[in-house]
């Protein structure tokens, strides 16, 4: 880069600066209003709790198995580690342990959170304060033994006819109760509610509900079908055909190759790649090579092939002629 | 009881008069002999300014007035309207494509002005302040995606909260806090994409749009 001041001292065109601008603005006025009544934008309505108990209660990814999963211990959420427990370290790369040195910043301990405060909240109920009473009392071994019983039970689950689960017989202790309930509870639309009251009146923070569907199956589902999943590039996709995020190229390109793809450690990598990497572009002119490269491949000669064509390329203010 | 002096017209040559130590005249002085008003808002243009990519700055800019427009009116109705009336689902397109228009034209400035080397001849700083615009307008782009409260604000939300935790940002910017992303998009990061797009455009009227490589140089 030349640290040499460049300035023109040729010849001027006639220019209307203001008048350029409020051509293009109406332009880009004109461009918006012609891709809306051709293309609208998209907007699907968001799923629910409810509609995920309703239409997945069992099975994979299915409602009854994630709640007992966050009961357990077990879930994606319960296991995340920083910003939600500390289950575990969470990302890292190398000696960099972000994610664990800015620590617990949302706590959430999914067993209460998710099954135990909800079925506290239900009304009327004996039998169900009894059972929470019961397992909340027992022994966290025993807590164990009726889960990983309940679990393995869950696969061969079906849901009967007035909404209750089926499972072959077995030690649960007062595990099928919980879930039934909580069940009900998430069908008839109150879990929401739930997971969103908290000291205050009004909301604005769905951490705790979109972490519970996150942990089942009904997002990802959708998101498949939409073309949304990380192996489908994602993150800079949206629904419909509209182009999303497309900006986002080249950072979810990272995702889609070795050893990205197959690390546990995928974000923090990607997002350090892109952090030198985004460095770099605004550096450019520091940097020796890259910033020469348009000196190298005449792509200039094109830009300004008016300009090369009346004055032969020479000097940029060249020194006046002496008088004679 | 004392009598104020009667204030000192404005202008004038500052060094001769009470207002040179004036931290107002200072910064007025400063202002002035940096970006005089005919560079300010100039009625002419070098010669060599005369190509199709030229156009690609100013569309950029007419995309973020249209994006700051619409988005101040959808801010004025609130964040729930779009989905309940079609004159609000119409604003909610209108600020989407200006969106893409917005990144599309940028992208082809960024890519003319890369070619061109404009961070030549005392440059720099243009270059930089163009090319973090550019890396700003993401995150305000996809505080706006995980704000829009349907499926794809759910998806979205949740799968950008692993890159945002796992380097530590999600324990101060929570990609399913609606409230705070919203806080976000409609304010902290449109009032940082519009200052680093007026210290740009004011950067490029001060120095003047790159002249053409000299091709003696370019060979040599």
């Not at chain 2, 202002?31 to 560079?39: D, F, H, M, S, T």
């Not at chain 2, 080397?117 to 243009?126: E, P, V």
Request: glycine share 10%; net charge neutral; charged share 15%.
């Amino acid at each position: 880069m030349s640290a040499q001041k460049l300035e023109w001292k040729g010849a001027y065109a006639p220019y209307d600066l203001v008048k350029e601008l409020c051509i293009a603005i109406g332009v880009m006025i004109a461009l918006t209003v012609v891709l809306t009544i051709l293309f609208s934008s998209p907007d699907d309505r968001p799923s629910t709790i409810a509609q995920w108990s309703r239409q997945i209660p069992v099975g994979e990814g299915g409602f009854v198995p994630t709640a007992l999963s966050e009961l357990d211990g077990s879930s994606g959420t319960a296991e995340y580690g920083p910003p939600y427990n500390h289950a575990a370290d969470g990302q890292h790369a190398a000696f960099l342990y972000p994610q664990k040195w800015l620590g617990v910043s949302h706590p959430i301990d999914t067993a209460q959170a998710y099954v135990i405060e909800p079925l506290r909240t239900v009304p009327n109920d004996p039998a169900l304060q009894s059972a929470l009473a019961t397992y909340q009392a027992a022994p966290e071994k025993t807590q164990k033994e009726w889960t990983d019983a309940y679990t393995k039970a869950l696969e061969k689950a079906s849901v009967e006819g007035n909404g209750s689960i089926k499972v072959p017989a077995g030690s649960y202790g007062p595990v099928p109760v919980m879930m039934s309930s909580l069940l009900a509870l998430a069908q008839s639309g109150g879990l929401e509610g739930s997971l969103l009251t908290s000291n205050q009146f009004f909301q604005t923070d769905y951490t705790k509900p979109l972490l519970f569907m996150a942990d089942g199956g009904l997002l990802e589902k959708r998101a498949e079908a939409q073309h949304l999943l990380g192996e489908q590039w994602g993150m800079m996709n949206e629904t419909g055909s509209y182009p999303g995020q497309s900006w986002l190229w080249l950072y979810t390109f990272w995702y889609q190759i070795e050893p990205f793809s197959g690390s546990e450690n995928a974000d923090i990598l990607v997002i350090l790649v892109m952090s030198v990497l985004s460095l770099a572009f605004v550096a450019i002119p520091f940097i020796p090579g890259v910033r020469s490269i348009p000196r190298w491949i005449p792509v200039h000669r094109l830009i300004w092939r008016e300009h090369y064509k009346a004055t032969g390329g020479g000097p940029l203010n060249p020194p006046a002629r002496a008088a004679p | 009881m004392s009598v104020a002096p009667p204030p000192k017209p404005p202008g004038g040559d500052s060094s001769k008069t009470p207002h040179g130590d004036s931290w107002t005249v200072r910064a007025r002085e400063a202002a002035v002999g940096a970006l005089p008003p005919e560079k300010l808002l100039p009625d002419g243009q070098p010669t060599y300014v005369a190509s199709w990519i030229y156009i690609f700055g100013v569309a950029t800019i007419a995309a973020l007035v249209v994006i700051v427009g619409s988005g101040v009116i959808l801010a004025l109705k609130g964040p729930a309207w779009w989905h309940d009336t079609g004159v609000g689902h119409f604003f909610n397109s209108i600020h989407m494509w200006a969106v893409e228009l917005f990144f599309f034209t940028m992208v082809i400035h960024l890519w003319g002005k890369y070619w061109m080397a404009a961070w030549r001849g005392g440059r720099a700083r243009t270059w930089i302040t163009g090319a973090v615009t550019f890396l700003i307008a993401i995150p305000a782009a996809l505080t706006g995606y995980v704000s829009q409260q349907n499926f794809d604000a759910q998806w979205i939300s949740t799968q950008a909260k692993d890159a945002m935790n796992s380097v530590g940002i999600g324990a101060f910017f929570n990609t399913t806090n609606f409230g705070q992303m919203y806080s976000w998009h409609i304010l902290l990061f449109p009032i940082a994409v519009v200052a680093l797009v007026v210290g740009h455009i004011l950067l490029v009227r001060r120095h003047g749009v790159v002249p053409p490589f000299e091709l003696e140089q370019r060979r040599s």
